[in-house]
């Protein structure tokens, strides 16, 4: 596009200046680093389900299923999981691609799902865990009911009374410090913020009950 009389490039209003860069759009940098399988864990694709409206986009998963369980990862239609056996070892390279990484979905969705099929081979072979540490005064919890029911003393007139999800393991090592352990990371991450809600750390006391090595910056009263 032509440049009005009188005017130079450089005071040129942006819809006057052209694109010269001819760069290809960055790939994912997640997406394209292999994941690691151990011997002990097995992928198996299975088919997409059937749905009634024949217009919605079939979705895959692949099954990961490893000493600890078994989970599932839903997977789009263009995004493919390849196994490569590792030269001198037992283990296996699994490579995710899409069929196209100028689409800006498929390049988002890249990353998205090798992160999460890494943590579900993860939580397969070691799983996944999460420490709640109750400060307050009178702060206790145990566990109930063959590690079924979740009771804590918060300050409150009446105890609370949670129930353990199924898929999540919760235990007492000190009455105030809480275990959450589990094969989907997804499940004890969010049971470990629900029972933070009870009891949401305050700035002023510093009281609360404080998810791993959460911490929270004291502030000072204002005395008139």
């Given at each position: 596009?032509?440049?009005?009389?009188?005017?130079?490039?450089?005071?040129?209003?942006?819809?006057?200046?052209?694109?010269?860069?001819?760069?290809?759009?960055?790939?994912?940098?997640?997406?394209?680093?292999?994941?690691?399988?151990?011997?002990?864990?097995?992928?198996?694709?299975?088919?997409?389900?059937?749905?009634?409206?024949?217009?919605?986009?079939?979705?895959?998963?692949?099954?990961?299923?490893?000493?600890?369980?078994?989970?599932?990862?839903?997977?789009?239609?263009?995004?493919?999981?390849?196994?490569?056996?590792?030269?001198?070892?037992?283990?296996?390279?699994?490579?995710?691609?899409?069929?196209?990484?100028?689409?800006?979905?498929?390049?988002?969705?890249?990353?998205?799902?090798?992160?999460?099929?890494?943590?579900?081979?993860?939580?397969?072979?070691?799983?996944h865990s999460a420490i709640l540490r109750l400060v307050g005064i009178g702060?206790?919890?145990?566990?109930?009911?063959?590690?079924?029911?979740?009771?804590?003393?918060?300050?409150?007139?009446?105890?609370?009374?949670?129930?353990?999800?199924?898929?999540?393991?919760?235990?007492?090592?000190?009455?105030?410090?809480?275990?959450?352990?589990?094969?989907?990371?997804?499940?004890?991450?969010?049971?470990?913020?629900?029972?933070?809600?009870?009891?949401?750390?305050?700035?002023?006391?510093?009281?609360?009950?404080?998810?791993?090595?959460?911490?929270?910056?004291?502030?000072?009263?204002?005395?008139?």
């Amino acid at each position: 596009m032509l440049l009005p009389p009188n005017r130079c490039l450089w005071h040129a209003p942006r819809k006057y200046i052209c694109p010269f860069s001819s760069t290809s759009i960055a790939s994912s940098k997640i997406g394209k680093s292999p994941v690691v399988i151990p011997d002990t864990v097995t992928l198996t694709k299975l088919p997409p389900p059937k749905h009634e409206n024949p217009r919605e986009t079939p979705v895959g998963s692949l099954r990961v299923k490893g000493p600890l369980g078994k989970l599932d990862l839903i997977l789009p239609p263009y995004v493919t999981i390849t196994e490569t056996p590792i030269p001198s070892s037992t283990s296996r390279r699994a490579t995710i691609k899409v069929e196209n990484p100028r689409i800006r979905q498929q390049r988002e969705m890249w990353g998205t799902s090798r992160a999460n099929l890494q943590k579900i081979v993860l939580g397969v072979t070691e799983g996944h865990s999460a420490i709640l540490r109750l400060v307050g005064i009178g702060y206790r919890a145990m566990v109930e009911g063959d590690r079924r029911l979740l009771q804590m003393r918060l300050g409150f007139s009446h105890p609370i009374e949670m129930s353990v999800p199924e898929g999540v393991k919760c235990s007492v090592p000190t009455p105030t410090r809480i275990l959450l352990e589990g094969v989907d990371k997804t499940k004890v991450n969010q049971f470990a913020a629900s029972i933070r809600k009870w009891r949401i750390p305050e700035p002023y006391k510093g009281k609360g009950i404080f998810i791993g090595e959460e911490t929270i910056k004291i502030k000072v009263k204002k005395v008139k």
